[in-house]
Every structure is written in C-alpha cells, then in structure tokens.
C-alpha cells in the first residue's frame, strides 16, 4: 500500500508539471518513475524509456518553435550565440589526460541508457580550468560536433547589464532556454559570473546571482551538457567545485604537442627541418599562439612575395629572447640544419661555437 501511494503522489506531482508547462521536470520526473518501475512493472518501464529517447527534447536541435532566443529587453541582443551543426575543420591535439576525459563524456552518452538502467546518470555538468589558448572553447566544440547537438554559448557582453537585477535575469533566461533543448551550454569566462562570495568588493545582488547559479547547476537535467571554462579558477567561490560532475585541467601544450600543432599548421612550403626549428621557437606557447604565428608567417610570404625560410628567421628574431640556454643550443644546432654556419649560428642564437661542436659530437 505504501508503494502504491508513493505512486499515487507522483501521479499527480506529474499532472501538476505537464498541466504548468514545466517540460524539463516533466522529464525528469518521467526517468525517476521509469527506474523505480524496472522491476515491478518491465513493460511500463520499457514503455516509458522508449517514450524518453523519442523526446523532442533529444531529437529537435533547438527550442526555437517552442521559445525564441532569449534577448536582453533593453538592448535586445541575443543572450546567447548558437552554432548549429556544429563543425570543426581540425582533428584538435590534446594531451593524453584531456583525451581520455573529453572522450570519457562522449562514451557515456552513448551508452546512456545503459547507465539509467543501473540508476546513473551521464556527465551533465563539467569545468574546464587552464590559461589563455589552451583549448578550452574548442573542446566544447568537439563535444557538441561529437554529440550532433547544437553549441549554445553564454554572450557576456549581452547578459551583463549596467542594471545589476538585469543581470542575474538575463542569466536566468539564457539558463531556462538551455534547459529545454538537448544541447552543450558553454559558460566561458565562468569567473566572471561565480566569483568568490567572500571577496568585499563585490556588491549583494552579484553575491545572489552566484548562489541562483550553483542552484542551477545542481539541478541542471541530463539532457544537455553544461560547460563552465575558466582562465581564473582561483577567483571561483569555493562551493563552484563541487557542483561539477567532472573537472578536466588543460595545461600548455609539451614538446610533442607543439611538433604536432606546428605539422598542422605549418603547411606544404615549410621543410621538416624548419618545422623542428620553430617547435623549439615556440616553446612554452599555448596552441592558439602557434597557430596565429604559423598564420602570420604564411601570410607575410605570400603578401610580401618573401621567401618562407627569410619570414622564418624573423620570427626566430622574435623568439630568441625568450628561449633558455638548453633551447637556444638546440635551436643553434637545428639552425645549422638549415644551412647555417657554426658563425651564423653563434651570432644568431649567442651559443659560442666551442658549445655548438661539443653538443654536435654528443650528437
């Protein structure tokens, strides 16, 4: 009797729902029922997974006939900006770590209803956290393109209003919309919006504003994923931490790394022996810094009509000051590679020539 009472309730709990709108919670409430009906009933059970996995909410790529695009009442700019189907033009270099946690979130969405089966849920909400160009922003790409879902991201400039209670009410809408689709939010810049609430200089109302965010997120449903990156972490309110399903650090890229970022973009035009030079030219540089670099050094080419090899050396120019005396050694001895003299090569990198012969007869 009581189990049937239990029932009773959430019977009407789910009429309540359905009869206000409120669709999400219709949902969830449906996949709460669907599990605790596995072994008393496998037919309803069946019954209402099958309903679930046809959802609109998984199928339709977005709300938009059910709800426009949230916009800012007074500027009227959109709150969010949305890429649908999203498509990346390049296979993105990670590190092992961040392969295996990006393709960690991917698996679990294809074997979702098996996880529902044994009362789990799939990865719903993640943080990405590490310095500037990194890769934060393109691996929620590459997650949305894997998904086949749309990428939704938070327009800072459009939710952060001069009026402090437009501010969290722009969020609210950007967080309501999101909810009703299955798709990747993408919160970037996350510091922004979930600083700490101890720090004295920011005012009430954004105190409020992170404390509606952390509810949020908590209650955030499985059928989207929600993206939350930071350059800052240590400027997040220590309760942002464990809200999050999954925290994957991205951290500059190594050695290998940037061989293999600097193969991607270098292009046809410039040799294996200059690729191996720049490697050790860009060390310590994030992936969007090689990329812009590569870019710029390709485009110098082919605007100035210079050789490759001349636009190369001015970057070398560039970079020198910056490498330590293991690298400049290393870029004196690949330099001669390229036709440099042992003088060229010591006036250019400043490793006198007796170093250059030892390194080159360890070698």
Request: glycine share 6%; with cysteine; aromatic share 6%.
């Amino acid at each position: 009797m009581e189990d049937i009472k239990i029932f009773e309730d959430k019977l009407v709990h789910l009429a309540r729902l359905a009869l206000t709108g409120q669709r999400q919670d219709v949902l969830l409430l449906m996949r709460r029922v669907a599990n605790q009906l596995k072994t008393v009933s496998p037919k309803v059970y069946s019954e209402f997974s099958e309903l679930l996995r046809n959802s609109p909410s998984y199928n339709s790529p977005l709300r938009g006939e059910i709800q426009s695009v949230p916009v800012d009442g007074d500027s009227r700019l959109h709150l969010v900006r949305i890429e649908a189907p999203v498509h990346l033009d390049i296979e993105p270099i990670w590190s092992d770590a961040i392969s295996t946690g990006l393709t960690q979130i991917i698996k679990e969405r294809q074997k979702e209803q098996e996880l529902r089966d044994a009362n789990l849920e799939p990865t719903r909400t993640v943080i990405f956290t590490g310095p500037p160009g990194v890769g934060k922003s393109l691996a929620a790409k590459w997650v949305a393109e894997k998904l086949h879902r749309p990428l939704l991201t938070l327009d800072l400039s459009a939710v952060i209003s001069s009026f402090l209670g437009k501010t969290g009410s722009n969020l609210r809408n950007v967080l309501d919309y999101a909810k009703g689709t299955s798709c990747v939010l993408l919160l970037d810049e996350f510091d922004s919006i979930a600083k700490r609430r101890d720090d004295s200089i920011e005012v009430g109302e954004l105190k409020r504003l992170v404390t509606v965010l952390l509810q949020e997120i908590d209650a955030w449903p499985s059928t989207g994923i929600l993206i939350a990156a930071t350059n800052h972490p240590a400027l997040l309110d220590p309760a942002v931490w464990r809200r999050f399903d999954a925290h994957i650090d991205f951290t500059m890229p190594g050695p290998q790394q940037i061989a293999q970022t600097v193969e991607l973009y270098a292009g046809s035009e410039i040799g294996d022996s200059w690729k191996r030079t720049i490697s050790t030219l860009l060390a310590g540089s994030s992936f969007s810094d090689i990329a812009r670099a590569l870019n710029r050094i390709r485009r110098e080419s082919i605007v100035q009509q210079k050789k490759i090899d001349d636009c190369l050396l001015g970057l070398a120019k560039e970079r020198i000051n910056i490498l330590n005396k293991n690298e400049r050694v290393s870029l004196a001895l690949q330099l001669m590679g390229n036709g440099f003299s042992q003088r060229q090569a010591k006036e250019f990198t400043g490793v006198s020539r007796d170093t250059i012969r030892k390194k080159q007869g360890c070698c």
